[in-house]
């Protein structure tokens, strides 16, 4: 990839202004604010599986508010006396938060610390210790059997019977199932870093090197699934779609006239997809292929510099159907409550539901 095609494909810029990608319900009329204090977005991890109890990995449940993962897991490593690849997390969760997050402390012939003098490394009501658990592995990225979100929107404003009419659509139909804006950085800035990547420069720490691959992956998918949107078959299958099944990362190929694939897809065993980009072709084909061509017609330089870092082709379920939908209006508070798979964003159920304004400033880590 020369630096010419990367300058006529996207310009050199400081910042980038995400779009707006495309509403599958339309803009929602009802606005409100977001995470006015932390305690407005709630998280809590909810595991696959039962720990064993017995193991060289203490598995600690933690509840941390206004805190950094990443810099919580370094203190573990420190508490603890172990090296950093020794602590383990399912995921990166919202700073501007409450959230009760798993960790993993790998201890194999090491004297276990006191867990419960942990929170007097941090300022009063920053950590809790909520459970202490030996188990036989290591927690891994996206371990989990889904997050779920408890928050309160304030600041209410707009026609609560529409609401009443978008809620039950989300509920029974599900959203598009974009990466949310925290992915991209305040500004954009990680898609900046990916622009600067592909045209050879280093970033300062290697760890943002992922990060801004991860942006530019992430930008791609958002692009050709708003397409989707726009068109309205994005909750389709479409001709040579590669169609994925619920709750896994494995996909095939879609038959014409397969008679079962509508019952499948309306009861959510199935989804239609997009693009994770990567080394190699598609596996669409036909009208899906053609999509995804005319989605990325101008972004063929991120697509070519993920390849040429060895990222992986892969898929991405291209809706989302929220878990146990709640919400009430307390005056001109909104209260939502919803799980939702490991790698997917409340804020990407949200915008469906509510025109918000997040005034923390911040989203993830």
């Known amino acids: 990839m020369s630096e010419q095609s990367m300058n006529e494909a996207i310009p050199p810029i400081e910042s980038y202004a995400l779009p707006d990608w495309a509403y599958g319900g339309g803009r929602p009329a009802l606005r409100a604010k977001l995470r006015a204090a932390p305690g407005d977005f709630r998280v809590d991890e909810i595991l696959p599986f039962e720990l064993s109890g ?11 508010t206004g805190m950094n993962t990443e810099f919580l897991a370094k203190a573990l490593a420190r508490f603890a006396g172990v090296k950093s690849f020794d602590v383990g997390y399912a995921g990166l969760k919202d700073r501007h938060a409450v959230t009760r997050q798993w960790f993993s402390v790998l201890m194999t012939g090491k004297a276990e610390p006191d867990w419960s003098a942990l929170p007097k490394q941090f300022r009063p009501g920053e950590l809790s210790v909520l459970a202490v658990v030996r188990h036989g592995r290591k927690l891994k990225t996206g371990a989990l059997k889904e997050n779920r979100f408890v928050l309160r929107l304030t600041g209410l404003q707009g026609d609560a019977p529409a609401f009443e009419q978008r809620l039950a659509r989300v509920a029974a139909e599900g959203v598009p199932n974009y990466f949310g804006p925290q992915r991209f950085g305040l500004g954009g800035g990680n898609l900046v870093g990916a622009q600067r990547l592909f045209a050879g420069e280093r970033p300062r720490e290697q760890q943002l090197r992922g990060l801004y691959l991860s942006a530019a992956r992430s930008f791609v998918f958002n692009q050709v699934l708003s397409t989707r949107v726009a068109r309205g078959d994005w909750n389709r299958i479409l001709p040579g779609e590669a169609v994925m099944l619920d709750g896994a990362n494995s996909w095939f190929m879609a038959e014409a006239g397969d008679p079962a694939l509508p019952e499948r897809l309306a009861r959510f065993d199935i989804h239609p ?93």
């Open 273 to 365: 997809s997009g693009p994770l980009w990567g080394e190699g072709e598609s596996p669409a084909r036909d009208e899906a292929l053609a999509v995804e061509q005319a989605s990325l017609a101008g972004f063929q330089s991120w697509c070519e510099g993920l390849a040429a870092f060895g990222l992986r082709q892969e898929r991405r379920p291209l809706r989302l159907k929220p878990r146990d939908l709640e919400a009430g209006v307390d005056g001109d508070v909104l209260n939502l409550a919803f799980g939702l798979p490991s790698g997917c964003f409340a804020t990407t159920v949200l915008r469906e539901l509510v025109d918000y304004c997040d005034v923390s400033g911040g989203g993830r880590d």
């Open 54 to 64: 017995a193991g060289e990995h203490v598995w600690l449940h933690l509840e941390k």
